[in-house]
Nanobody
Framework: QVQLVESGGGLVQPGGSLRLSCAASGSIFAIDTMGWYRQAPGKQRELVAAITRGGGTNYVDSVKGRFAISRDNAKNTVTLQMNSLKPEDTAVYYC????????????????WGQGTQVTVSS
């Protein structure tokens, strides 16, 4: 009984910025790694950025220096700040989380949000 909800997507001009947010709710004991994936039309889903519970980060090469991922463990949220956006960043962005649940037994379960559209165009 866990769900992830993304927000913040939209239409932006090249060079602009957007901030995506994701909130996890439900029967959550704790959350390990959280991240953002994206999928463009005709392309395979790829990992954009990930962040561990301790704050360690990892980015796909194409967004390094432009995107920044962060999290708030107390609020069970993860954010992706996207700057200097390019048309190639256009995609549906999905939030992901490794969530520790206690029922029916203590287990780590991967969850995904429904996705939010990001379009970079003039």
């Amino acid at each position: 009984q866990v769900q992830l909800v993304e927000s913040g997507g939209g239409l932006v001009q090249p060079g602009g910025s957007l901030r995506l947010s994701c909130a996890a709710s439900g029967s959550i004991f704790a959350i390990d790694t959280m991240g953002w994936y994206r999928q463009a039309p005709g392309k395979q889903r790829e990992l954009v950025a990930a962040i561990t519970r301790g704050g360690g980060t990892n980015y796909v090469d194409s967004v390094k220096g432009r995107f920044a991922i962060s999290r708030d463990n107390a609020k069970n949220t993860v954010t992706l700040q996207m700057n200097s956006l390019k048309p190639e960043d256009t995609a549906v962005y999905y939030c992901s989380a490794e969530i520790i649940v206690l029922r029916p037994t203590p287990t780590v379960v991967d969850y995904w949000g429904q996705g939010t559209q990001v379009t970079v165009s003039s």
